[in-house]
T-cell receptor
Framework: DTEVTQTPKHLVMGMTNKKSLKCEQHMGHRAMYWYKQKAKKPPELMFVYSYEKLSINESVPSRFSPECPNSSLLNLHLHALQPEDSALYLC??????????????FGEGSRLTVL | QQQVKQSPQSLIVQKGGISIINCAYENTAFDYFPWYQQFPGKGPALLIAIRPDVSEKKEGRFTISFNKSAKQFSLHIMDSQPGDSATYFCAASMHYQLIWGAGTKLIIKP
């Protein structure tokens, strides 16, 4: 069982909709991440939160808006998405952003389809 | 150079055989080298990882071999089983950055 929980598992939305993806971890990790993964590709980093503060934004379009309400929760707010944004969105956590930062714990992902 | 080059792209191995996946990197500042296993429709799961001051790490049937001078590392899966069929990603880490290989789709034939 994964210790990073993502909801919903599947989401279909139109280009004018507003929706949110949610992520929760209970491992006491202080860094949380959003990744985007297209089919047959490795995950691409979108955002990094360290100690509940946004530390990295990998030039992600503003139609994606992250939020970290507390150390266990991470949200990704979606608005006016494009069909090319359809992908598997992965949340991950790690103990920190240095040292063993490459030791990420991923959720099962939210499969997003934009019509 | 921030790339991690992974090969082969796909690999078919008979049950009980040894699966070998190779990766190479350029940046000597990388300080942690994890391997992730991903099943269809699931998120990647950390499989095994190694630091550059260690030449080999073994966990069960999975072994990482690390060659610091050649800037190469590889994953060996001994006694490969059909349940090992998945996509494997090598990666190299430095601070928050995790640079991923392109992935290897491994199929174990019964």
């Amino acid at each position: 069982d994964t210790e990073v929980t993502q909801t919903p598992k599947h989401l279909v939305m139109g280009m004018t909709n507003k929706k949110s993806l949610k992520c929760e971890q209970h491992m006491g990790h202080r860094a949380m991440y959003w990744y985007k993964q297209k089919a047959k590709k490795p995950p691409e980093l979108m955002f990094v939160y360290s100690y509940e503060k946004l530390s990295i934004n990998e030039s992600v379009p503003s139609r994606f808006s992250p939020e970290c309400p507390n150390s266990s929760l991470l949200n990704l707010h979606l608005h006016a998405l494009q069909p090319e944004d359809s992908a598997l969105y992965l949340c991950a956590s790690s103990q920190g952003t240095s040292g063993r930062a490459g030791e990420l714990f991923f959720g099962e992902g939210s499969r997003l389809t934009v019509l | 150079q921030q790339q991690v080059k992974q090969s082969p792209q796909s690999l078919i191995v008979q049950k009980g055989g040894i699966s070998i996946i190779n990766c190479a990197y350029e940046n000597t500042a990388f300080d942690y080298f994890p391997w992730y296993q991903q099943f269809p429709g699931k998120g990647p799961a950390l499989l095994i990882a190694i630091r550059p001051d260690v030449s080999e790490k073994k966990e069960g049937r999975f072994t990482i071999s690390f060659n610091k001078s050649a800037k190469q590392f590889s994953l060996h899966i001994m006694d490969s089983q059909p349940g090992d069929s998945a996509t494997y990603f090598c990666a190299a880490s430095m601070h928050y950055q995790l640079i991923w290989g392109a992935g290897t789709k491994l199929i174990i034939k019964p």
